[in-house]
């Protein structure tokens, strides 16, 4: 079983939609990081969160230590929006964990 | 400015070859990462590392070596390269410390072993 688990795999919707992604996780961390990979390959850090909540434009991302679990929110998605969305987990140091991540379309 | 380079970005090359990816930031970051992301778009980190020390080794075949020559490059030499060993390869930094960790991304390499 994966350290990091991610849900929905796969996700569609229109254009306008609010979208959340979720991830779990069965280790101790020290932070959680949520990641963008776009069609062409390349890899965007969007937030890091060790607690609490953090907004950046249309993105939200929300952590719940006790829970174990992040969300990462998307308001009023657009068709730019449509990537891979990777959770990370830090554990002690430098060790990460990766979620499968979710593919995310979103039709205009 | 790129902050974070690699070269090549695309690699073919035959089984039983050796073969080096290149990376370099210039971030002034003081640490960096070595991932692979296979066919199903799994990532993994394979290496990490501080100040030009290796923080994290995860099991991967010795045939991978990181080398760091200074803060701002890490090199990845595969030798004897196998079929299994084609995918993309991601280099990052970061700047370590218990606060902020934000990672910045290479562009990636693409691997493909015939």
């Known amino acids: 079983k994966n350290e990091v688990e991610q849900s929905p795999q796969n996700l569609t919707a229109q254009e306008g939609e609010f979208i959340t992604i979720n991830c779990s996780y069965s280790?101790?961390?020290?932070?959680l990081h949520w990641l963008q990979q776009h069609p062409g390959g390349g890899i965007v850090s969007l937030f890091m969160?060790?607690?609490g909540k953090k907004k950046h434009g249309r993105l939200i991302a929300t952590i719940n230590i006790q829970e174990k679990h992040s969300s990462l929110h998307i308001t009023a998605s657009h068709p730019r929006d449509s990537a891979v969305y990777i959770c990370a987990v830090r554990k002690d140091g430098n060790q990460f964990y990766f979620g499968t991540g979710t593919s995310l379309t979103v039709i205009p | 400015d790129t902050a974070v380079s690699q070269t090549p970005k695309y690699l073919v090359t035959q089984m039983g070859n050796d073969k080096s990816i290149k990376c370099e930031q210039n971030l002034g970051h003081d640490t960096m990462y070595w991932y692979k992301q296979d066919s199903k778009k799994f990532l993994k980190i394979m290496f990490s590392y501080n100040n030009k020390e290796l923080i994290i080794n995860e099991t991967v075949p010795n045939r991978f070596s990181p080398k760091s020559p200074d803060k701002a490059h890490l090199n990845l030499h595969i030798n004897s390269l196998e079929l299994g060993d084609s995918a993309v390869y991601f280099c990052?930094?970061?700047?370590?410390?218990?606060?902020?960790?934000?990672?910045?991304f290479g562009a990636g390499t693409r691997l493909s072993v015939l």
């Open positions: 990052a930094s970061s700047h370590y410390f218990s606060g902020e960790n934000i990672q910045y």
């Open positions: 969160l060790s607690s």
């Open positions: 280790v101790g961390i020290s932070a």
